[in-house]
């Protein structure tokens, strides 16, 4: 008998650890099924715990070479759009497949995406606050640029950006993109102009970041970078929180090399005390990877995750294989 467990979840609720497990169930009746809880473990409770299983379904469970020689398994299973904690080559060396729950929340994240440009547009944090202590002005508000008069940069052009692209038409605001992977004329039908990386730091007045956590990725959001951005400009991140250097965007907002930034994603999640320092500043709005939400984008998130645990545990070829592994 096969047998599946869930791990590594901060943040799922209840319902939703309820509704994985009736839909995993659905795709593979008879699956030895286990909940180890939702904090991601250590190496060696992991094992203790995991011993035996062929499939681990989560979400931020973090793997190694030496987690996969150790435990044997079948597949990784990611139930969101990120797969990093797999560690893909290494999933690949052991023959261990790793699928994600792909595009489950194109809309959404995009939106949020949206949200916060618009929110940092209008500085509404602060508008907010004056209204909140009486003050029904715009003191302090400091400089306000139309929006139509600015530049988006839309860091990767998958279909999250291309998601945020076709949000903005409407908006009359100059889009251009760095993604290497996507062809100039794919870009054109969104309205949006391929640009080089550097040329997308020191353009944009906006720039919203869509791109996995790769070797290429991480961190890519260096201290020179960010030093290339203008000062009047804008971050947004609802992708991976170490696609930026959290300590040179600190240092960058607090002495306002940077106009503010609109984070949904953290270096570490909850966030621990290294992260904690970005609330107090006032230029900058953090939501709680929240992108990603909304009913019908968990119910299909789910759903996606469990439709490759049945399609495995039958022998068939996942939908969404994230490596090159022959079943």
Known sequence: ??????????????????????????EAPGVEYEFLGKPVLSDDKLVGKAAGADI??????????????????????????????????????HGVMVTNAKDYCVDEVSAHAVMLILTMARKLWHVAENARE??????????????????????????IGRGVAEKLKGFGVRMISYDPYVENDEMDAYGVTKTGFHELLRESDYITIHAPL????????????????????????????????QEALYEALAEGRLA??????????????????LF?????????????????AQEQQLRITARDVGRILRGERPINLRNQIDN
């Open 280 to 296: 107090e500043l006032k230029n900058v709005i953090i939501t709680p990877h929240s992108a990603y939400y909304s009913d019908e």
């Open 134 to 159: 009486d003050r029904w002005s715009v003191d302090g508000i400091g400089s306000v640029k139309r929006l139509s008069d600015s530049t988006v940069g839309i860091f990767a052009f998958g279909s």
């Open 214 to 245: 790769t070797e290429e990725t991480s961190g890519i959001f260096s201290k020179e970078a960010l030093a290339m951005m203008k000062p009047s400009a804008y971050i947004i991140n609802t992708a991976r929180g170490r696609i930026i250097d």
């Open 1 to 26: 008998m096969s047998k599946v467990v869930l791990v590594g979840v901060p943040g799922m609720n209840d319902q939703e650890v309820e509704a994985i497990e009736k839909f995993i169930r659905e």
């Open 56 to 93: 681990i379904v989560t979400w931020n469970q973090q793997m190694s070479n030496e987690l996969y020689s150790r435990l044997k398994l079948k597949a990784f299973c990611c139930a969101s759009t990120g797969f990093d904690a797999a560690d893909v080559p290494s999933a690949t060396r």
């Open 260 to 277: 503010g930034a609109g984070l949904d994603v953290l270096w570490n999640e909850p966030p621990m005390e290294i992260d904690k320092k």
